[in-house]
């Protein structure tokens, strides 16, 4: 018995169909979030527009924004670049901050050392 698998949902649709065999450097404008793609009996690359069936993409997880390769429409999920860098250089620069006053606070206790070695003679 024939049976149909309808595609899922993707996160990010591609945006071309390619032709097959002697025409596959052949592509045409296909928005497959609206449509999918097909070829004709000479292999050139069809696109179909259809409201219940949608073509190929991907599936992305996070925050994403989708592209899609120029030439082929290939669609790929770019992730979406939050305050993470901001939070890191904030880290390092607090890691440096208490780098030197740690550094400071020694060198300073060391100096009042050597003054107090210096004024209160030593006893025998």
Do not use: H
């Amino acid at each position: 018995t024939a049976s149909c698998m309808y595609p899922k949902k993707y996160s990010c649709y591609n945006t071309k169909c390619q032709g097959v065999f002697n025409n596959s450097n052949s592509f045409v404008d296909c928005p497959q979030d609206g449509g999918y793609c097909n070829v004709d009996t000479k292999g050139f690359p069809q696109c179909v527009s259809d409201s219940t069936n949608t073509g190929d993409g991907v599936i992305c997880t996070g925050k994403f924004s989708c592209q899609s390769d120029e030439i082929t429409g290939i669609a790929i999920c770019i992730g979406e670049k939050g305050l993470s860098g901001l939070w890191t250089v904030v880290g390092v620069a607090a890691i440096l901050t208490i780098a030197v006053i740690v550094i400071w606070f020694f060198r300073q206790r060391s100096r009042s050392e050597d003054r107090k070695r210096l004024l209160l003679p030593e006893s025998f």
